[in-house]
């Protein structure tokens, strides 16, 4: 009769367990990331533009956003869309917040951009405006990003904002859109015809005057 061979208690409870008892853990933990990963979605927002009218014909106005802590690890693409009916200049800013506690509020913004759009495929018109990142240096620096465009056509436009949200409680930015009217070439025309005419109105009363001097002085 063949000697049995008995597993020592030790083995079977301590030893064979643990491997499985990890592979538990492991598979647990995995699956927590592959949920975290699929709550980090990127995150799309089209917001018409609050505008307030600067007297002058063009406007000023507002732009940002915030995300809460369950954003964190998502991208975003924030659209700010407004319309203009003349051609127009154009400047916008844009800066991120961070702050440096243990519920650390951080965004880093990736690209600012502005261009025209069609409304109903919203589809890039054109070549996009791109702004530049201003922001400072070292670990975590508040992101500064800013643009402007000259001399832009009319038509329906998108003021971008692209970043991803990392600190732990969410984050924020905040940033400023001025549009100003660009007189068209048709207008420049009428203004400087305008200014012509007086100029030659002007030349003409003062030939006369001078013409009713010399009269009188004779």
């Given at each position: 009769?063949?000697?049995?061979k008995?597993?020592?208690?030790?083995?079977s409870?301590g030893?064979?367990?643990?491997?499985?008892?990890?592979l538990?853990?492991?598979?647990?933990?995995?699956?927590a990331c592959?949920?975290?990963v699929?709550?980090?979605?990127?995150?799309?927002?089209n917001t018409?533009?609050a505008?307030?009218n600067?007297?002058?014909?063009?406007f000023?106005a507002?732009?940002?956003?915030?995300?809460?802590?369950?954003?964190?690890?998502?991208?975003?693409?924030?659209?700010f869309?407004?319309?203009?009916?003349?051609?127009?200049?154009?400047?916008?800013?844009?800066?991120?917040?961070?702050?440096?506690?243990?519920?650390?509020?951080?965004?880093?913004?990736?690209?600012?951009?502005?261009?025209?759009?069609d409304p109903?495929?919203?589809a890039?018109?054109?070549?996009?405006?791109?702004?530049?990142?201003i922001?400072g240096?070292?670990?975590?620096?508040?992101?500064?990003?800013?643009?402007?465009?000259?001399?832009?056509?009319?038509?329906?436009?998108a003021?971008?904002?692209?970043g991803r949200?990392?600190?732990?409680?969410?984050g924020?930015?905040g940033?400023?859109?001025?549009?100003a009217?660009?007189?068209?070439?048709?207008?420049?025309g009428?203004?400087l015809?305008?200014?012509g005419?007086?100029s030659?109105?002007?030349?003409?009363?003062?030939?006369?005057?001078?013409?009713?001097?010399s009269?009188l002085r004779?």
């Amino acid at each position: 009769m063949a000697d049995q061979k008995t597993i020592p208690d030790n083995l079977s409870n301590g030893t064979i367990m643990k491997p499985i008892s990890l592979l538990l853990t492991s598979l647990v933990a995995g699956a927590a990331c592959l949920v975290q990963v699929a709550g980090a979605q990127a995150i799309v927002r089209n917001t018409p533009v609050a505008a307030v009218n600067d007297g002058l014909g063009g406007f000023n106005a507002h732009v940002g956003d915030s995300f809460a802590a369950s954003a964190v690890g998502s991208t975003f693409s924030d659209i700010f869309t407004f319309d203009a009916a003349i051609p127009f200049d154009a400047a916008a800013s844009v800066t991120s917040s961070y702050l440096n506690n243990p519920f650390t509020k951080d965004l880093v913004i990736t690209g600012l951009s502005l261009y025209r759009y069609d409304p109903v495929t919203m589809a890039v018109l054109g070549t996009a405006v791109a702004g530049i990142n201003i922001g400072g240096f070292g670990a975590n620096p508040v992101d500064a990003w800013t643009l402007s465009g000259f001399g832009l056509v009319r038509g329906n436009y998108a003021l971008k904002v692209d970043g991803r949200v990392v600190g732990a409680g969410g984050g924020a930015f905040g940033g400023d859109l001025a549009i100003a009217p660009v007189p068209e070439p048709g207008t420049w025309g009428m203004l400087l015809g305008g200014l012509g005419g007086f100029s030659i109105a002007g030349l003409l009363a003062r030939h006369r005057s001078c013409r009713r001097q010399s009269s009188l002085r004779t």
